[in-house]
């Protein structure tokens, strides 16, 4: 009869678990998003990091919890964490990890990577450019990937970001409804099969020739064609989810207008906590503006306004502000959707009319060092 195996701890599960997971907007698994670059064929030999172990890693926004904030001088409210499998075959085995700009940090890369971070003394590492940059991002999705590590400075091949929408189901029948009218108005026709081989040449992997008559036709210089493309795909992505993020943020706003605290005392007086809730409700709702205010920069709404208006000149001006609005709409959703997380996470279990004041007040603190933390990510490094 054969033993048994060894159960797997609970560390290893949940690494087992990050492992499996696709890229999201918190999750970039760095070794399986280039394993499937590989297979596909599009960039056989790409890499992000230098360091050939950096780029199995698995790097997660993580919001801190009371013990971690010690690992840090001055501790954000949402770090970067960064775990390293020890043996990416046999993910169980245990990672490496570290958060960017805890104190150990750079400890830990000399002894484990052989990364020396000698800020000030001569140029700065690339791999440690790259770990900074993801950390100052607020989100890890694909799209503000491509835009922050797709540069002069730091020169990631952009072949590692290429995405296609046309061959997800759902997204091609989002896709098909949203553009048929402005292909209709563009190419002259609304014939299904037109409207499907013209989604494929712009929304694939690459761009089809039908895409390329179509951008020479508006004039479009050569050079953009694929950082337009790339954000029109990003901005049909974002489209898609604004749905279920305004339904989110309503039941927050919600909440917060019924919510009743308890338990006021010295240390959490009602005046502090009202101060607190006006306070709360002001981030949330401003983040969630901005959000607004970009997405009609380019949503369904916009589009009808460019076709009603029949103007060639309204389309070329809608691609081309395209790559400037979906960025900034891509990190203010993320920093919705962690505001937005966090209070779901936070509030669980609590009754809204009997909320005890000293937790609210933690809460609401924590959120609104959120808005603080990524309103001044420009400014922030580690050395």
Same mark, same amino acid.
């Given at each position: 009869?054969?033993? /048994?195996?060894?159960?797997?701890?609970?560390?290893?599960?949940?690494?087992?678990?990050?492992?499996?997971?696709?890229? /999201?907007?918190?999750?970039?698994?760095?070794?399986?998003?280039?394993?499937?670059?590989?297979?596909?064929?599009?960039?056989?030999?790409?890499?992000?990091?230098?360091?050939?172990?950096?780029?199995?890693?698995?790097?997660?926004?993580?919001?801190?919890?009371?013990?971690?904030?010690?690992?840090?001088?001055?501790?954000?409210?949402?770090?970067?964490?960064?775990?390293?499998?020890?043996?990416?075959?046999?993910?169980?085995?245990?990672?490496?990890?570290?958060?960017?700009?805890?104190?150990?940090?750079?400890?830990?890369?000399?002894?484990?990577?052989?990364?020396?971070?000698?800020?000030?003394?001569?140029?700065?590492?690339?791999?440690?450019?790259?770990?900074?940059?993801?950390?100052?991002?607020?989100?890890?999705?694909?799209? *503000?990937?491509?835009?922050?590590?797709?540069?002069?400075?730091?020169?990631?091949?952009?072949?590692?970001?290429?995405?296609?929408?046309?061959?997800?189901?759902?997204?091609?029948?989002?896709?098909?409804?949203?553009?048929?009218?402005?292909?209709?108005?563009?190419?002259?026709?609304?014939?299904?099969?037109?409207?499907?081989?013209?989604?494929?040449?712009?929304?694939?992997?690459?761009?089809?020739?039908?895409?390329?008559?179509?951008?020479? !036709?508006?004039? *479009?210089?050569?050079?953009?064609?694929?950082?337009?493309?790339?954000?029109?795909?990003?901005?049909?992505?974002?489209?898609?989810?604004?749905?279920?993020?305004?339904?989110?943020?309503?039941?927050?706003?919600?909440?917060?207008?019924?919510?009743?605290?308890?338990?006021?005392?010295?240390?959490?007086?009602?005046?502090?906590?009202?101060?607190?809730?006006?306070?709360?409700?002001?981030?949330?709702?401003?983040?969630?503006?901005?959000?607004?205010?970009?997405?009609?920069?380019?949503?369904?709404?916009?589009?009808?306004?460019?076709?009603?208006?029949?103007?060639?000149?309204?389309?070329?001006?809608?691609?081309?502000?395209?790559?400037?609005?979906?960025?900034?709409?891509?990190?203010? !959703?993320?920093?919705?959707?962690?505001?937005?997380?966090?209070?779901?996470?936070?509030?669980?279990?609590?009754?809204?009319?009997?909320?005890?004041?000293?937790?609210?007040?933690?809460?609401?603190?924590?959120?609104?060092?959120?808005?603080?933390?990524?309103?001044?990510?420009?400014?922030?490094?580690?050395?």
């Amino acid at each position: 009869m054969q033993a /048994n195996s060894r159960p797997k701890s609970r560390g290893a599960r949940e690494l087992e678990v990050l492992a499996a997971q696709p890229c /999201n907007w918190r999750i970039f698994n760095v070794g399986k998003h280039l394993k499937q670059i590989r297979e596909e064929g599009t960039a056989p030999n790409c890499t992000i990091f230098k360091n050939k172990r950096l780029d199995d890693a698995i790097i997660l926004k993580h919001a801190l919890r009371p013990n971690e904030r010690d690992l840090f001088e001055r501790p954000p409210m949402v770090a970067t964490k960064v775990l390293v499998p020890i043996d990416p075959a046999q993910i169980t085995l245990g990672a490496i990890s570290f958060f960017v700009g805890e104190r150990s940090a750079a400890q830990v890369l000399q002894r484990s990577f052989g990364i020396r971070n000698d800020q000030g003394r001569g140029p700065p590492d690339r791999d440690v450019m790259i770990l900074n940059e993801l950390d100052r991002t607020p989100s890890l999705d694909v799209f *503000l990937l491509r835009e922050i590590l797709c540069n002069d400075r730091i020169k990631v091949s952009t072949d590692i970001f290429n995405v296609s929408l046309a061959e997800d189901p759902h997204f091609r029948t989002f896709i098909f409804r949203e553009l048929a009218p402005l292909v209709n108005f563009a190419i002259g026709s609304s014939e299904p099969g037109k409207v499907y081989r013209f989604v494929d040449s712009i929304f694939g992997a690459t761009i089809g020739p039908q895409a390329a008559d179509f951008l020479s !036709a508006l004039m *479009l210089p050569q050079a953009k064609w694929a950082e337009i493309v790339f954000a029109w795909k990003a901005a049909l992505f974002y489209e898609k989810g604004a749905d279920e993020m305004r339904g989110r943020f309503e039941r927050m706003a919600a909440q917060l207008r019924t919510l009743r605290t308890y338990g006021h005392n010295e240390a959490y007086p009602r005046s502090l906590i009202l101060n607190q809730m006006r306070e709360l409700t002001d981030v949330v709702g401003r983040a969630y503006g901005r959000c607004l205010t970009n997405i009609r920069h380019f949503n369904s709404a916009r589009r009808a306004s460019v076709i009603s208006g029949k103007s060639i000149h309204a389309l070329t001006s809608y691609l081309s502000e395209l790559p400037g609005t979906v960025l900034d709409y891509g990190t203010g !959703a993320a920093l919705v959707d962690h505001i937005l997380s966090y209070w779901a996470y936070c509030a669980r279990g609590y009754e809204l009319d009997r909320f005890p004041a000293e937790v609210f007040s933690m809460v609401a603190s924590d959120i609104c060092s959120m808005d603080t933390q990524y309103n001044a990510a420009g400014t922030q490094a580690w050395a």
